[in-house]
């Protein structure tokens, strides 16, 4: 029989891990596959989290009580979100992300 892969705890990430706390729509189209890129603000916040030397391997979105992990496969900074996601920015998204530039955090298979 084959071990279960070991998922990080909630309580203590690891490092390689990022936390996300989303709105649960977003949180549903992650979990079915039409979003696959997760914006954040360009502050120094998400790029000392995000672009350090050891950048995480593994995002955690969060929901509530709902939990998904998904590899990251690629971190870019001073993108555009606009050109990133192919439209203009929503007004919830213009309050989340005011500037012109953000991290794109690009995610992979779920684990």
Same mark, same amino acid.
């Given at each position: ?8 705890? !909630? ?9 996300? #706390? @989303?709105?649960? %729509?977003?949180? =549903? $189209? ?29 995002? !955690? ?9 998904? #590899? @990251?496969?690629? %971190?870019?900074? =001073? $993108? ?32």
């Amino acid at each position: 029989m084959k071990k279960a892969q070991a998922i990080p705890s !909630l309580k203590k990430p690891k490092k390689g891990v990022a936390v996300f #706390r @989303i709105r649960c %729509i977003y949180f =549903d $189209q992650i979990l079915n596959g039409t979003k696959n890129v997760e914006l954040r603000k360009d502050s120094p916040f998400w790029r000392k989290r995000l672009l350090g030397p050891y950048p995480p391997h593994i995002a !955690l979105f969060l929901c509530g009580s709902k939990k998904l992990y998904r #590899r @990251i496969t690629e %971190i870019r900074a =001073d $993108q555009d979100p606009e050109a990133v996601l192919g439209r203009p920015l929503s007004a919830q998204g213009k309050k989340d992300i005011p500037t012109k530039q953000c991290i794109a955090i690009y995610l992979g298979s779920k684990l």
